[in-house]
């Protein structure tokens, strides 16, 4: 595969001065560039800078980062990957009820993984193509430890991100798994595992 990588963009700093809310502005749904995914990062890792060094309290930066979801993430497809399988047994109203608890679960989750990031910066740097996708990799830099690599996965069609590593860790793969075994505790009851995915995370 040939690896191409693009410019790489400054250190994103911490100390920025609009407000999260205002950062987060929807994003348009188009095939996309290598730039443009690049681009889209961006301003993902802006917001998400602006939200952990906001002093909110946990619960006001998970609704923050719930609208960062929203805004640059493909919630459709994660959902959908995420329930796998079972989807196809799913009635359209526990579709949409199930894509609703996972938009707040996977803000919870991963919003407080982001929450760890206090004190530090995310820097993004170069990006290449992945069979439909763009995959961009970013650092991030946490007062007196060493440096780690998260990467999002931006799709060429949807323009929003579909996939997250945080350390390698794969959030597709995990989330699936997760949602799978909440379903196998729960002996397959739909309902059941939507009403304690509200509460998960």
């Known amino acids: 595969m040939v690896r191409q990588f693009y410019s790489r963009r400054g250190l994103l700093g911490m100390g920025l001065g609009a407000g999260a809310a ?13 730039a443009q995914a690049e681009a ?5 890792v802006r917001d998400i800078n602006a939200v952990i060094a906001s002093g909110k309290s946990e619960s006001g930066m998970i609704a923050d980062f719930r609208r960062i979801f929203e805004a640059y993430a493909d919630l459709p497809y994660l959902a959908a990957y995420a329930l ?3 989807g196809r047994r799913a ?3 526990q579709k949409r009820a199930f894509s609703d608890a996972f938009a707040g679960y996977i803000s919870r989750k991963y919003g407080k993984r982001f929450r760890q990031f206090i004190g530090g910066n995310i820097e993004v740097g170069g990006s290449r193509k992945v069979k439909n996708a763009y995959e961009v990799s970013c650092t991030v830099y946490l007062r007196g430890e060493a440096p780690f690599d998260v990467t999002f996965f931006v799709g060429e069609k949807s323009g929003r991100f579909y996939n997250l590593y945080i350390e390698g860790v794969n959030m597709l793969l995990t989330e699936r798994t997760e ?8 002996r397959g009851d739909l309902d059941a595992m939507i009403a304690d995915l509200r509460k998960a995370g």
């Open 22 to 34: 205002a950062l987060v502005a929807p994003v348009p749904a188009l095939a996309v560039s290598a």
């Open 40 to 44: 889209l990062i961006d301003r993902a």
């Open 84 to 86: 796998g399988v079972d």
């Open 91 to 93: 009635s359209p109203a």
């Open 179 to 186: 949602i799978g075994a909440m379903l196998d505790r729960r």
